[in-house]
């Protein structure tokens, strides 16, 4: 029994779950999508900018400054944008205002683009974080399946070969509830029940064996006893 308890703590030992396996959690494609959004936003503020001292007091310049004061909550005005549509405006440059027309029309194309990039790799990480937990869970199953089947093996021979029946059939229920643990690992209280399982087992034999020793020093007491009934006393 001895040797069958060290080598449950040995079993138990290798069957310690490792963590999952790392996977890519950062969406480097969200990044680059903020940093157009932002890109995007800090122009327009810079153009708002230029336009406001170009506009009569009143409720146009009011709104056309609250929008810079909107935008500029998420990204703030450049300060060489601002100088170049203030140029723009200045020199009355209509080239420069139609390239930025059109640069702008390319906006919600470059935009809508960029947001179905940061889907697809929000779907992939989604994914592959999936496959790890998938494959964490089965190797965790399987090392305390093994472990349960080492337990019930050593239940058995207990069983078999030692007058502690009781416990035995403790240690037995014990392995196979470890290696029952396959219908409830998705299960809240998995852990739990697997963990008091094993307990359970290595505990009843630890108490097979503390119930040993007190029945071997029992016997060779016996045999002592009885040695010495059988020793003659000399007579003086």
């Known amino acids: 029994m001895r040797y069958t308890l060290l080598a449950l703590f040995l079993c138990g030992c290798s069957t310690i779950p490792q963590s999952p396996i790392p996977v890519e959690t950062k969406n480097q494609e969200k990044d680059k999508y ?3 959004v932002e890109s ?19 409720n146009v310049r009011g709104l056309v400054e609250a929008q810079v004061t909107r ?57 592959a974080h999936a496959r790890a937990d998938g494959e964490f869970k089965q190797k965790v199953l399987w090392q ?6 080492a337990i ?29 643990s396959a219908w409830i690992f998705d299960s809240t209280w998995f852990t739990w029940v697997v963990g008091v399982s094993i307990g359970v087992s290595v505990i ?18 016996a045999h002592k006893k009885e040695e010495s009934k059988e020793t003659p006393v000399l007579s003086e």
């Open 204 to 221: 009843g034999i630890a108490v097979a064996i503390y119930k040993d020793k007190p029945n071997k020093n029992a016997q060779e007491d």
């Open 152 to 180: 019930f093996v050593a239940g058995l021979l207990a069983m078999a070969f030692t007058p502690f029946k009781k416990s035995a059939g403790i240690v037995m229920a014990g392995g196979m509830l470890a290696m029952a």
């Open 40 to 58: 995007i936003v800090s122009d327009s503020a810079s153009a708002l900018t230029a336009v406001v001292p170009n506009l009569a007091q009143g």
């Open 71 to 127: 935008l500029s909550g998420v990204s703030k005005p450049s300060v060489a944008k601002v100088e170049e549509y203030t140029r723009i405006l200045k020199e009355n440059d209509s080239k420069a205002i139609e390239k930025d027309k059109k640069e702008a029309s390319k906006v919600d194309a470059e935009t809508t683009a960029l947001y179905a990039m940061v889907e697809q790799k929000d779907f992939e990480i989604q994914e």
């Open 144 to 149: 305390f399946s093994t472990a349960g089947l």
């Open 34 to 36: 903020i940093d157009k």
